[in-house]
């Protein structure tokens, strides 16, 4: 397994703000101006494995952030997503994209995925 970049290799002078649980730096291969990851401070592989004081800590950051992002600089609005398990690349562990969108920037136009015909029943059922 590769070190993890978030564990072992950020340096200090990186980081743009950080909260009890979280660090926030510039994505270093941003999709536009102003992407920003939330990395969390500790080693997890998925939001499932977040204790839910992490998870507040988390959404109540990313709230923050994106009201900032909204009043500072000229954008329709933020998406956010975040990758989990062997999602994720290599060498990093959970974190969160806030990513600055224009309206019309082709955002969603430039993803292709192979779609799956799963049946949904027995997630459905859990809900």
């Known amino acids: 397994m590769t070190e993890c ?5 950020l ?3 990186q980081l743009l703000t950080q909260s009890q649980y979280f ?4 994505d270093i291969d941003p999709i536009q101006k102003g992407h920003l990851l939330l990395i969390s401070k500790d080693h997890y ?5 977040l204790p839910k004081e992490v ?9 923050a952030l994106v009201a900032k992002l909204e009043q500072h600089l000229p954008i ?3 998406t ?3 990758n989990d398990k062997e999602l994720m690349d290599e060498g990093t562990h959970f974190h969160l994209h806030l990513i600055p969108r224009l309206t019309n920037d082709s955002f969603w136009e430039s993803i292709t995925i192979n779609q799956e015909n799963w049946d949904l029943t027995p ?5």
Not at 123 to 127: A, E, N, S, V
Request: aromatic fraction near 10%; include cysteine.
């Open 55 to 63: 998870r507040y800590d988390l959404i109540d950051l990313q709230a």
């Open 11 to 13: 340096k200090a002078n």
């Open 80 to 82: 956010s997503v975040s």
């Open 23 to 26: 660090k926030v730096v510039f």
């Open 123 to 127: 997630f459905l059922k859990h809900l």
């Open 45 to 49: 592989t998925s939001l499932t494995q």
């Open 76 to 78: 329709s609005g933020v």
């Open 5 to 9: 970049i978030f564990c072992h290799q």
